[in-house]
């Protein structure tokens, strides 16, 4: 689950039971993100921290060793069919760099003509809405994971 809620301490043990299995939410949203983090592995969740595109990454990295997933937007929150923000390219190399083993996740504006740049700067989880559902979805899922696929071959090589 991706949480865009204030407050995503009081959502934890609803999504737990509601058979969530990872919960991710905005550092931001929290004003205590290691008791959260603590919160959301004692119930047995995976756990997955979010940026805006305005956020620095830096920002997330004293928990980076604490997570199973770090997701960067490349949109801003709550609205569809945005322009993709290819500022956060540099932020999913370097979380990349220094959390190799780190699933990074991206979510906004991804589509057959953003993904491989993604995937190139170190994401290896991507969310797409707008574009599966406005072309053929086989297509464009298969052509996703398959970029995806072929930029962790790569990095394993380099």
Same mark, same amino acid.
Not at 60 to 65: E, I, R
Not at 94 to 112: A, K, Y
Not at 127 to 132: A, L, N, R, T
């Given at each position: 689950?991706?949480?865009?809620?204030?407050? #995503?301490?009081?959502?934890?043990?609803?999504?737990?039971?509601?058979?969530?299995?990872?919960?991710?939410?905005?550092?931001? &949203?929290?004003?205590?993100?290691?008791?959260?983090?603590?919160?959301?592995?004692?119930?047995?969740?995976?756990?997955?921290?979010?940026?805006?595109?305005?956020?620095?990454?830096?920002?997330?990295?004293?928990?980076?060793?604490? %997570?199973?997933? &770090? +997701?960067?937007?490349?949109?801003?929150?709550?609205?569809?069919?945005?322009?993709?923000?290819?500022?956060?390219?540099?932020?999913?190399?370097? +979380?990349?760099?220094?959390?190799? @083993?780190?699933? %990074?996740?991206?979510?906004?504006?991804?589509?057959? =003509?953003?993904?491989?740049?993604? &995937?190139?700067?170190?994401?290896?989880? %991507?969310?797409?809405? @707008?574009? %599966?559902?406005? *072309?053929? #979805?086989?297509?464009?899922?298969?052509?996703?994971?398959?970029?995806?696929? *072929?930029?962790?071959?790569?990095?394993?090589? =380099?």
């Amino acid at each position: 689950m991706h949480m865009t809620v204030f407050r #995503p301490e009081q959502w934890v043990k609803p999504m737990a039971i509601a058979g969530a299995n990872q919960y991710t939410f905005h550092l931001k &949203a929290t004003e205590n993100p290691e008791a959260l983090i603590k919160d959301i592995w004692e119930n047995g969740m995976k756990v997955g921290l979010a940026i805006k595109p305005g956020t620095t990454v830096e920002y997330l990295a004293p928990w980076a060793n604490q %997570i199973d997933m &770090a +997701l960067g937007m490349t949109v801003e929150l709550g609205f569809g069919r945005q322009k993709f923000v290819k500022d956060m390219m540099p932020k999913f190399h370097w +979380l990349r760099t220094q959390f190799p @083993s780190l699933d %990074i996740e991206v979510n906004g504006g991804i589509g057959s =003509d953003t993904v491989h740049k993604c &995937a190139e700067a170190g994401t290896n989880v %991507i969310v797409s809405g @707008s574009v %599966i559902m406005s *072309e053929d #979805p086989r297509s464009v899922i298969n052509l996703l994971r398959n970029v995806c696929s *072929e930029a962790a071959q790569k990095r394993s090589l =380099d």
